[in-house]
């Protein structure tokens, strides 16, 4: 079997005539072929090679001459049955075409078999290989570098006890030892005593008159007791004395 790029089978196509166009699609060509294989008793993996082989011929990649070497090879079977199956492809499928099936022959390039071949890969950089030199430690020289150490945190925190040495700060003298303050206590200023004088200052009798009443007031704690004497309340001016 032929191994033809895909590419390579589309532009072929769009190269062929209608009749071949219509031949590879019709039923009468599948119908053909299927008939040939069962009278030859294929199996359904040598079916697939005789439809692709076939195929090629109409498609102007192989010579009808060349179909039954090119069976031989693919379906594994003898020369004389390889003979006897194109010619029945030919009688039925191949003779009704006529000249056109020789008009498309054009054979596959040579330059095919680069595609069924495997390249060989091309290296476009090649690292060379370091060999070590015999006789050389480089362990005994250099230490290795040690990427992962179990932290622990041992001798990290700082030390929270107290200084037994009391803190002085000297500023050129005396050094100052701080000392503890006393609380002192606050005293709230007493308000003091007012007295309040008011035998100097007496009611009017008129309260229209002002302090010039005053003058007509009299005082009572010098007069004597005139009522033991007098035998009663008297008057004297405009105050009536009643002690």
């Known amino acids: 079997m032929l191994n033809i790029p895909r590419q390579k089978v589309l532009e072929r196509w769009d190269e062929l005539p209608l009749s071949i166009r219509e031949a590879l699609f019709s039923e009468e060509y599948d119908d053909a072929l299927e008939r040939i294989g069962e009278g030859n008793s294929l199996n359904e993996e040598q079916a697939e090679f005789l439809y692709t082989d076939v195929g090629d011929v109409l498609r102007g990649f192989l010579k009808p001459t060349e179909l039954p070497k090119m069976l031989e090879e693919d379906l594994h079977i003898p020369p004389d049955i390889a003979t006897l199956i194109s010619e029945e492809v030919r009688i039925k499928i191949f003779d009704p075409l006529g000249s056109e099936l020789t008009n498309v022959y054009k054979p596959f390039s040579s330059t095919s078999s680069s595609f069924s071949s495997k390249a060989t890969p091309f290296i476009l950089h090649k690292h060379e290989e370091v060999v070590p030199m015999e006789g050389a430690h480089p362990s005994a020289e250099f230490e290795r570098p040690v990427f ?30 701080s000392e503890k303050e006393e609380p002192k206590s606050v005293e709230t200023p007493r308000e003091q005593e007012r007295v309040v004088h008011y035998s100097e200052l007496r009611t009017p009798l008129n309260p229209f008159g002002g302090q010039q009443s005053s003058k007509n007031v009299l005082d009572l704690s010098k007069k004597k007791d005139k009522t033991s004497e007098d035998g009663g309340p008297h008057l004297e001016g405009n105050v009536v004395d009643l002690s």
């Open 148 to 177: 992962y150490k179990e932290h622990t945190f041992q001798g990290t925190q700082p030390s929270f006890e107290e200084p037994s040495v009391t803190a002085r700060l000297e500023i050129g003298g005396t050094p100052i030892i």
